[in-house]
């Protein structure tokens, strides 16, 4: 259990702020950066994941998001966010099939 208020949380929410900052200015590869990054750097946080996996597939990276997705529920079974996004994409087929 992480202690709110800690400079990680801190630093890990400018990230994630910032990212999502980003993907609402259509700056979609500059937010997978910065999302790259707070995954890198807080490469348990199965928010960081999380977000990674949303920017990547709002950018059409689809492995790339469920990967990420697939993270984030590893790191933490209770995130519904990434298991329902999961359960949708392996339910439709890829574009091109």
């Known amino acids: 259990v992480r202690k709110q208020g800690t400079d990680k949380d801190a ?3 400018v990230l994630n702020n910032l990212g999502y900052d980003l993907l609402a200015n259509e700056r979609r590869g500059d937010a997978i950066a910065i999302f790259k ?7 348990q946080s199965a928010n960081a994941h999380d977000s990674l996996g949303e ?14 997705y697939e993270t984030s529920l590893a790191l933490d079974p209770k995130n519904a966010h990434a298991a329902r996004v999961l359960a949708d994409l392996k339910a439709a087929p ?3 099939n």
């Open 11 to 13: 630093g890990e929410g």
């Open 37 to 43: 990054l707070a995954a890198e750097t807080f490469p």
């Open 55 to 68: 920017a990547y597939l709002g950018n059409g990276q689809r492995d790339l998001a469920m990967r990420h």
């Open 94 to 96: 890829a574009p091109g």
